[in-house]
């Protein structure tokens, strides 16, 4: 199986920066692309954003100019360089990894994994 962690949430002030990290670890063979998404309290969960396995990023309109998103297919790991950051970035933000291909012991499998989430606070 595979399992996604994620590192780097924390508590900043407005203006900040955060870095998160994610890593996937397993029989992985391929991940086509890893993404961050975030949910704040009694909002739906968002895409903030999105890189393929092509290196083609796309992030949601809030945080473009301040959010960079990048990956190490070599170490399976997604970051998401967060900048100039504001209160209502705060949220739950979990990473994503869409059609992982790894090897199950007997055969190859595909499936979506997702982190277990990471909380960013950004006071005012």
């Known amino acids: 199986q595979v399992q996604l962690v994620e590192s780097g949430g924390g508590l900043v002030q407005a203006g900040g920066s955060l870095r998160l990290s994610c890593t996937a670890s397993g029989s992985i063979l391929s991940i086509n692309a890893m993404g961050w998404y975030r949910q704040a309290p009694g909002k739906q969960r968002e895409l903030v954003a999105v890189i393929t396995n092509t290196g083609t990023t796309n992030y949601v309109d809030s945080v473009k100019g301040r959010f960079t998103i990048s990956r190490d297919d070599a170490k399976n790991t997604v970051a998401l360089q967060m900048n100039s950051l504001k209160p209502e970035d705060t949220a739950v933000y979990y990473c994503?990894?869409?059609?992982?291909?790894?090897?199950?012991?007997?055969?190859?499998?595909?499936?979506?994994?997702w982190g277990q989430g990471t909380q960013v606070t950004v006071s005012s």
């Open positions: 994503n990894a869409d059609r992982v291909s790894y090897y199950t012991g007997s055969y190859a499998s595909t499936r979506n994994y």
